[in-house]
């Protein structure tokens, strides 16, 4: 069988290493415009082989390894059109301009999203950088080296986690988030509260009432201009939009008005021997039961993983995702899932929160921390719909037992009653998420 991957791509390049493990006999063929293959790392443990004591580690997104595993890398090869009638691409080397056709039996859409720049005046200056992916974060700050007042403007995980990495680089930092609270999106208000005291604490200026309007090259930086007033810096980094690089699918597959393309809980689209991953296609958010447009490096590897099996005849579904999001403030860690109140009230739920804060271990150990916990349910139903935790503990896992319970559509009292490890050096009795959910089941309790 001959899969050909569109995209040589941190979803596409997984998708090949999964289909060559399992099927080392398939024929893979991965296309890209692109001169050469992106440098990716991606380390994998796992029993690889199964006579081994301990897990090793492996690490396959490399076009090298790739290559000893089977896959053919096409780099400088850009795909023009698909006949799905008779699975063929027609592909032309970008070097030569010669084409060709090349027939299939799968094919696999990997390619990655596209950067939508926000609507301001001077924000194609070369002092100004784009950021939409982890990715683009690491190559802000190595282009960011000799700058030292840096402005992000942002509101969301990716752009704090980077105004975090520059004040441990020593960067003088301007935080603008147009007129939202720090991380409103993604937490409650307390929370916004908090992390605006750690970011004020560590001498970043956080400009949250004003909204950025123009961004003027003077020549020697960026003057960041809002209808408040104007901060002159060395360097603006700027989070962007997302959407899809689709084009070369009108007309083949189902996409939506965007070019986002539909696919089925088996990462199928409308034709059967197409699949697509990554930033060309939607993921299904369980909170809301919807497909949305959200590209995640998270769950373009899921994907991934999941059409490797399909392609050769499986049938793993999709389970979702609860889009779960941490970062690390100067030592606070913040989490968060799901659906905020207002959010949840937003998409037509009957909601409610709950907001608590306790220790996560006994008080008579020798220390302990406290933490910061909301919890989101539908009062309808008493589904959980979303939390948010915060602490100098910490607490970054414990999100993903909350994510699975609003995967698995578990209550509040499943949350407050489950049955938890004790042991004090760890945990109390009811470990804090337990306290968690019994606060929400006592607020249920007595509305």
């Known amino acids: 069988m001959r899969v050909i991957i569109i995209g040589c791509t941190f979803a596409g390049m997984t998708a090949a290493s999964q289909i060559l493990r399992s099927h080392p006999e398939t024929e893979v063929t991965i296309y890209d415009r692109n001169a050469v293959v992106p440098s990716i790392t991606y380390d994998i443990n796992d029993y690889a082989d199964q006579g081994a004591e301990q897990p090793c580690l492996r690490t396959e997104l490399s076009a090298d390894q790739l290559?000893?595993?089977?896959?053919?890398?096409k780099m400088g090869s850009l795909v023009m059109n698909i006949d799905p009638e008779q699975k063929l691409v027609k592909v032309m080397k970008m070097l030569d301009d010669a084409t060709s056709e090349e027939h299939y039996d799968k094919l696999i859409i990997a390619t990655d999203s596209k950067s939508e720049a926000p609507t301001l005046?001077?924000?194609?200056?070369?002092?100004?950088?784009?950021?939409?992916d982890p990715q683009d974060a690491k190559a802000a700050l190595l282009l960011s080296t000799l700058d030292q007042r840096i402005a992000v403007i942002g509101n969301d995980p990716?752009?704090?986690g980077l105004v975090d990495a520059y004040r441990q680089k020593g960067k003088e930092v301007t935080l603008f988030t147009n007129g939202e609270p720090v991380l409103h999106h993604n937490f409650e208000e307390e929370y916004s509260k908090r992390a605006l005291d750690i970011l004020t604490a560590d001498n970043i200026k956080v400009v949250t009432a004003e909204h950025v309007t123009e961004l003027d090259d003077n020549g020697v930086g960026i003057t960041v201009v809002t209808d408040g007033g104007s901060y002159s810096v060395s360097r603006a980094i700027v989070a962007a939009g997302q959407k899809p690089d689709t084009s070369i699918l009108n007309g083949v597959v189902d996409m939506d008005e965007n070019g986002v393309i539909a696919v089925n809980e088996f990462i199928q689209t409308s034709d059967p021997a197409i699949y697509a991953i990554g930033g060309s296609t939607t993921i299904h958010y369980n909170p809301t039961n919807e497909d949305i447009y959200q590209p995640q490096p998270t769950e373009a590897v899921r994907q991934a993983a999941i059409v490797a099996q399909n392609v050769n005849g499986g049938q793993v579904k999709d389970s979702g995702t609860q889009l779960?999001?941490?970062?690390?403030?100067?030592?606070?860690?913040?989490?968060?899932?799901?659906?905020?109140?207002?959010?949840?009230?937003?998409?037509?739920f009957d909601a409610d929160v709950v907001t608590i804060e306790d220790n996560y271990r006994p008080e008579f150990m020798p220390t302990t921390t406290p933490v910061l916990m909301s919890l989101i349910w539908d009062k309808n139903t008493q589904q959980?719909?979303?939390?948010?935790?915060?602490?100098?503990?910490?607490?970054?896992e414990t999100l993903s037992l909350i994510s699975?319970?609003?995967?698995?559509?578990?209550?509040?009292?499943?949350?407050?009653?489950?049955?938890?490890?004790f042991q004090p050096n760890f945990d109390r009795p009811f470990n804090y998420v337990n306290i968690l959910g019994q606060a929400a089941m006592a607020k249920a309790g007595t509305e």
Do not use: P
């Open 158 to 160: 990716l752009s704090l």
């Open 324 to 348: 779960s999001m941490s970062l690390n403030l100067d030592g606070t860690y913040m989490a968060s899932l799901g659906l905020t109140f207002e959010r949840a009230q937003a998409a037509g």
């Open 67 to 73: 290559s000893l595993m089977g896959a053919d890398i």
């Open 121 to 132: 005046k001077g924000i194609d200056s070369s002092n100004v950088t784009l950021i939409k």
């Open 404 to 421: 699975l319970c609003i995967q698995n559509k578990n209550t509040i009292e499943f949350l407050g009653m489950y049955d938890t490890m």
């Open 384 to 396: 959980i719909l979303g939390a948010q935790l915060m602490s100098k503990h910490d607490i970054s």
